[in-house]
């Protein structure tokens, strides 16, 4: 080795004072780090995904984690065993989302199958705009876009992954704009008519911030009520249309939701698809976490009348388990509106004198360069499982969720908010000392401050996490969403029996 660099140095050509003699990275300490980095993740990550003895979190306050993690960066890099040690103490301080009882968010759980192709894809560091840097995934995703469309109930379409399904109905926003008036990609805003659109008070957030960012304005989002279960209710649609009409303003875009955040509830799209028709509107359906339901021919019928819908946001990442972020935007129209919308035909990527089909060049519908091949762990995984493989996921979760509401109406003390018909189960628990108190302001006042407290013990204990909320007037309450295959039914049972153990001196 020392005659190796001898000679390197002998033979130096040096450009500002810097030696450009061979490559400057230790490759074979690189490997081994990998090697010694995915051994840690083997074991500490993948092999206890399934342990319920694990904790679901090593819950530290802030100030103590940023000693643990020695976040700070140094002029000098840090030894391969302290690199190694930063790793272990990253995976034990984090949330474990693939743990059983890890029921906080709408993902959970660990797909082996999709877990591996991110691990192709990042090794790989493609990127998906043209065909000739990226091949296969541009194939994978034309693949997996079409097969979506087919479940959809649509004969042809077109459609893009995005980095989450705010991006996807930002995107969807903006394209219904578009195909309601093409001059605006041009001249911009000025000139237009005060455009406005309609989605129900239970959609996601994102409609809100897409309406800000695109410039339409979040005063320009009218919101549609809700009935006792969280649905759209068509008649108030429809008043709303015809009030903005009169208003003067220009109604271009109505957003259904089919699995809505809290509550899990799914608009009646044949009814809001017959406004959207008499009134000329783009209906867009934010199916982002209730999507996945079309996979199962029992529970399909929850998304009836989505094939008439002008775009959808699907999100496999959630109930299918693809793994953050799986996120798709799928629209009816097949005459490239998406790359009208969207090209700005840069010369160095999109030549058209290219020696292969440039069709397959789709990176010009995106509003990103740079996009991750996130259909790839879509494709792996359905590849692995099949459909029915991915339909009995659904059915499990859905069922799953009924035992535990039927368990939930057993036990005194936990109250249900409403009958689920998806995968949400929303639920109030009451310890001892407010049962017998009489129904008022006090009551609910009491009973606000019982979640955060339990879930505060529950974070600390490690045993599992749980999501609460206030909602539509009514005080804090748990949700809680089956999603992972690892998931049983002793683990509804731990739920009920862990929110009563940690809540008894309350």
């Known amino acids: 080795c020392k005659q190796e660099m001898l000679q390197k140095k002998k033979n130096a050509v040096l450009v500002d004072g810097v030696i450009l003699n061979g490559?400057?990275?230790?490759?074979?300490?690189?490997?081994?780090?990998?090697?010694?980095?995915?051994?840690?993740?083997?074991?500490?990550?993948?092999?206890?995904?399934?342990?319920?003895?694990?904790?679901?979190?090593?819950?530290?306050?802030?100030?103590?984690?940023?000693?643990?993690?020695?976040?700070?960066?140094?002029?000098?890099?840090?030894?391969?065993?302290?690199?190694?040690?930063?790793?272990?103490?990253?995976?034990?301080?984090s949330v474990?989302?693939?743990?059983?009882?890890?029921?906080?968010?709408?993902?959970?759980?660990?797909?082996?199958?999709?877990?591996?192709a991110r691990f192709i894809t990042e090794a790989l560091n493609p990127s998906v705009y043209t065909y000739e840097v990226s091949p296969v995934f541009l194939l994978v995703e034309e693949a997996v876009i079409k097969k979506m469309i087919e479940f959809i109930?649509?004969?042809?379409?077109?459609?893009?992954?995005?980095?989450?399904?705010?991006?996807?109905?930002?995107?969807?926003?903006?394209?219904a704009r578009y195909k309601f008036c093409p001059e605006i990609k041009e001249k911009g805003l000025s000139g237009l008519p005060r455009l406005v659109l309609f989605t129900s008070e239970e959609c996601h957030y994102s409609m809100k911030k897409a309406a800000?960012?695109?410039?339409?304005?979040?005063?320009?989002?009218?919101?549609?009520?809700?009935d006792e279960r969280g649905k759209m209710i068509p008649e108030e649609l429809e008043k709303q249309v015809q009030r903005a009409r009169k208003e003067g303003s220009a109604p271009f875009l109505v957003c259904a939701t089919a699995g809505t955040t809290v509550l899990g509830a799914f608009d009646p799209l044949d009814k809001i698809a017959d406004i959207c028709e008499k009134h000329g509107l783009w209906l867009h359906v934010d199916a982002s976490w209730g999507g996945s339901a079309l996979i199962s021919r029992k529970h399909c019928r929850l998304l009836h009348g989505i094939h008439r819908a002008d775009s959808v946001a699907w999100?496999?990442?959630?109930?299918?388990?693809?793994?953050?972020?799986?996120?798709?935007?799928?629209?009816?129209?097949?005459?490239?509106?998406?790359?009208?919308?969207?090209?700005?035909?840069?010369?160095?990527l999109f030549q058209q004198d290219k020696f292969y089909d440039v069709s397959y060049d789709t990176g010009d519908k995106s509003i990103q360069c740079s996009r991750r091949p996130d259909a790839f762990k879509f494709w792996l995984m359905w590849k692995a499982l099949g459909t029915t493989g991915l339909e009995e996921r659904v059915n499990r979760a859905l069922a799953l969720a009924r035992y535990l509401v039927e368990e939930i109406k057993k036990r005194?003390?936990?109250?249900?908010?409403?009958?689920?018909?998806?995968?949400?189960?929303?639920?109030?628990?009451?310890?001892?000392?407010?049962?017998k108190m009489k129904d008022g302001p006090e009551f609910w006042q009491k009973l606000h401050q019982i979640a955060p407290i339990i879930k505060e013990r529950m974070m600390k204990k490690g045993s599992m996490m749980l999501g609460y909320q206030p909602h539509q007037g009514k005080v804090n309450f748990f949700r809680q969403v089956v999603i992972s295959p690892q998931v049983s039914r002793e683990d509804m049972d731990f739920l009920l029996d862990e929110i009563e153990l940690l809540a008894k001196d309350l």
């Open 23 to 93: 490559p400057i990275m230790d490759s074979k300490a690189g490997e081994k780090f990998v090697e010694e980095a995915c051994k840690i993740i083997m074991e500490e990550v993948i092999q206890k995904a399934d342990d319920v003895t694990e904790k679901v979190c090593e819950w530290r306050a802030p100030e103590a984690l940023k000693q643990i993690l020695d976040l700070e960066m140094r002029d000098t890099g840090e030894s391969h065993q302290k690199l190694l040690q930063l790793c272990r103490d990253v995976i034990q301080y």
């Open 96 to 116: 474990k989302t693939s743990h059983p009882r890890f029921f906080n968010q709408l993902y959970a759980g660990i797909d082996y199958y999709s877990l591996v």
């Open 153 to 175: 109930g649509w004969e042809e379409g077109d459609g893009i992954f995005n980095p989450g399904g705010s991006v996807s109905n930002m995107y969807a926003m903006n394209l």
């Open 212 to 226: 800000s960012f695109l410039g339409i304005g979040t005063e320009n989002v009218y919101f549609i009520k809700t």
């Open 315 to 348: 999100n496999p990442h959630k109930m299918l388990l693809a793994g953050i972020q799986c996120c798709a935007l799928l629209v009816k129209d097949n005459s490239g509106l998406l790359k009208k919308c969207y090209s700005a035909k840069a010369s160095y």
């Open 412 to 435: 005194e003390g936990f109250q249900l908010i409403l009958e689920p018909e998806y995968a949400n189960v929303c639920f109030w628990y009451i310890p001892p000392s407010l049962r």
